[in-house]
């Protein structure tokens, strides 16, 4: 675990304040799905709170941009986007962040660098590396992060766009969130290597391995890449090792894997670890956290009634954003 002693108490509250409002909202999300408030896919990110956190913390806003997959409610609210937005997206209501019209797997804000979540497996990765090449030729002074899962990692787009990345030199980090399972298959069953990050080293693109429950640990390397790629376009490739909780969609039960398994990433939780290091550190009592779980649910409360009293999208909203 990286220290978290030279990180004020502000700041680290902050950070664990976060992860938790990710949580909160995804178990709310995953209740209203459950009782068809929400349709169409939906894929929950409980467990990998410290990646997108630490990522989000890492990045320069308003200079950065971030493209994820259609696991991304996550990443939205790290980037600033309110619960509100997100849930009225969820509901398909006209409030919501993409107009209703994106769901799940396409939440958007361009002002806030949210350069959406992608639906199509692996889709993401060639397109962030487009935006990279954009950034470097605009001289904007900005780099571009973008996520995609172990599962996503053997489809072809994701090594062409290292290639690119690589001959370019474009101011790119890609980030490989394994969290164990393409789907419903193991990392084990799926690669022929299991330490991912060696395929970034094919194309002497510097890449590493992340311990994804540690947010500290995301938050350095993740700033340290993208410092690296916006001052010596240097795209760089990180494997975060994380865990997801739920199964990879609403409709998975996961009976792929063990209790025992599920357990024992449950004892390495993101959440748990930062506020025991806190803790320790005197910078937080367990009763300030309850109370700062409590306004976070009462936060998501309000983004559900906010969803619930939203209009639906207008009929000609049908026609609009389709074409530039």
């Keep these: 675990m990286r220290p978290i002693k030279g990180y004020d108490k502000e700041f680290l509250h902050g950070l664990l304040k976060e992860m938790l409002l990710i949580r909160r909202f995804e178990e709310k999300a995953g209740q209203m799905y459950g009782l068809k408030k929400i349709g169409g896919f939906c894929h929950l990110y409980n467990g990998q709170e410290a990646v997108c956190s630490g990522a989000a913390a890492g990045m320069k806003r308003g200079l950065d941009r971030l493209l994820t997959g259609y696991r991304d409610h996550g990443h939205a609210l790290a980037l600033g986007l309110s619960p509100e937005s997100l849930m009225a997206e969820l ?67 994701f090594h062409e766009a290292m290639n690119l990345a690589a001959i370019w030199k474009l101011p790119v980090v890609f980030v490989c969130e394994n969290n164990q399972y393409g789907m ?49 376009f240097q795209p760089s490739f990180l494997e975060i090792k994380t ?63 906010f969803a619930e009293n939203s209009p639906e999208p207008a009929l000609e909203e049908m026609y609009t954003d389709i074409y530039a």
């Design 91 to 157: 509901y398909g209501k006209a409030t919501g962040c993409s107009k209703g019209k994106g769901g799940s797997m396409h939440m958007f804000d361009y002002d806030k660098g949210m350069w959406g979540g992608n639906g199509i497996v692996g889709g993401q990765i060639p397109l962030a590396t487009g935006s990279a090449f954009a950034q470097k030729h605009q001289k904007d002074g900005g780099a571009t992060i973008v996520f995609f899962g172990d599962g996503a990692i053997h489809q072809g787009a």
């Design 184 to 232: 419903g298959t193991s990392v084990d069953r799926a690669s022929s290597v299991t330490d991912l990050y060696i395929k970034g080293q094919a194309y002497d693109i510097p890449s590493k391995i992340v311990d994804g429950m540690d947010v500290i640990a995301v938050m350095e390397e993740v700033k340290d890449a993208m410092d690296t790629a916006r001052k010596e």
């Design 243 to 305: 865990y997801r909780y739920k199964g990879h969609s609403m409709s998975d039960p996961a009976k792929y894997r063990t209790k025992e398994e599920t357990e024992a990433f449950l004892a390495q939780d993101p959440i748990v670890l930062l506020k025991a290091r806190m803790e320790e550190a005197k910078l937080i009592t367990d009763e300030q956290y309850k109370e700062m779980d409590k306004q976070l649910k009462e936060v998501v409360m309000r983004s559900v009634e």
